[in-house]
């Protein structure tokens, strides 16, 4: 299904991935971004898990407002943590759970982590759930490979940049968990195809 999908993304290795349906910040009312933050430039793209169980009877846009809402709060996190204010959601692309895609933070301003890596020069795309204990399903799977097919294009990224956040904060964290981590590998396979002179 998914070499299918590749496929249909890219009909030729000469074209680039086409930026798939993404809902704007203007789309799901987003607030502007309250702290100011020093621009950065796109050298990686980091997958995440919003580290919570799939919410199936939310709309999703009122999710997005919500989370912007506690983010740009000091606020705690679920270990008890506190979590300092944020400029604004601190990914740049969410997907939810039925593969929706909506823009979160400007991506020309780096995001924020509760872990130790720096985050500048992070594309930082987030899926809704926490994995394995929710199904990362084929809708997620479709929309994250999309996602980070036109990122890579659109800012010359590598399939060796593509990683999950638990490549760079080891031992801290466990995002964006197995299911996801088990399945970037095909996503950087796509790019090596796309990119490759053999197609």
């Known amino acids: 299904m998914i070499s299918v999908l590749v496929a249909s993304i890219a009909l030729a290795q000469d074209k680039p991935f086409p930026q798939p349906r993404i809902y704007s910040r203007e789309d799901w009312g987003a607030n502007k971004v309250v702290l100011e933050l020093e621009p950065h430039k796109i050298t990686t793209i980091t997958v995440h898990h919003t580290g919570v169980k799939q919410d199936k009877a939310r709309a999703f846009f009122s999710k997005l407002r919500g989370l912007q809402a506690w983010s740009q709060r000091e606020d705690e996190l679920a270990s008890g943590k506190k979590k300092p204010q944020w400029a604004d959601i601190p990914y740049?692309?969410?997907?939810?759970?039925?593969?929706?895609?909506?823009?979160?933070?400007?991506?020309?301003?780096?995001?924020?982590?509760?872990?130790?890596?720096?985050v500048r020069g992070h594309a930082l795309v987030v899926v809704e759930g926490t994995f394995p204990d929710d199904e990362f399903n084929a809708d997620q799977q479709k929309s994250l490979m999309a996602t980070v097919l036109w990122l890579s294009d659109k800012y010359h990224i590598s399939a060796e940049k593509v990683k999950g956040h638990m490549d760079y904060a080891p031992g801290e964290t466990d995002c964006p968990g197995t299911s996801i981590m088990e399945f970037l590998p095909k996503i950087r396979d796509a790019i090596k195809k796309h990119k490759s002179p053999m197609g």
Do not use: K
């Open 92 to 118: 740049h692309y969410y997907i939810d759970w039925q593969g929706g895609i909506a823009e979160c933070r400007p991506i020309n301003l780096p995001g924020d982590t509760n872990t130790s890596y720096d």
